[in-house]
């Protein structure tokens, strides 16, 4: 059995573990995508963390832009930071590629196989033991 201080040093890592999962969660949006297989959900999973470092080192870059009601605050929190990035970003510049003009699109290339999405059977939830039957009770 572990003592009481270690018990309590446990406790506070779990503190700020969950800390992170709300911010994950709710700020990153871990939660939000649908994806189809458990390896896509494995990857975005794995950009979790990667975000968060990345929270952690641009929190000494951007500079605190806050709304009247925010107070200021001496560290950055990560979700402050996530606010403060698009001035960043922006300023960063993106490797991708320019985005093309608008318009039809040329279609499914000749010749690439086509591979149907699995389908699954759709539940159908029975009648309840509980449900009104056809015939009015009395």
Not at 54 to 82: F, H, N
Not at 96 to 106: E, I, M, Q, Y
Request: hydrophobic share 35%.
């Amino acid at each position: 059995m572990p003592s009481l201080a270690e018990i309590w040093q446990l406790y506070l890592r779990r503190f700020a573990l969950e800390h992170w999962y709300r911010l994950a969660k709710q700020t990153l949006h871990w939660t939000v995508p649908k994806l189809s297989t458990p390896e896509q959900c494995e990857q975005w999973s794995d950009l979790m963390p990667l975000l968060t470092w990345q929270l952690w080192l641009a929190k000494d870059v951007v500079r605190e832009i806050r709304l009247p009601w925010q107070k200021s605050v001496p560290e950055l929190t990560p979700g402050r930071v996530v606010q403060l990035m698009l001035p960043l970003l922006i300023r960063i510049g993106s490797p991708a590629v320019a985005p093309k003009r608008r318009g039809n699109s040329d279609g499914w290339q000749t010749g690439k196989p086509r591979t149907p999405r699995c389908r699954y059977p759709v539940v159908k939830k029975g009648k309840g033991r509980f449900q009104n039957s056809s015939k009015s009770i009395s």
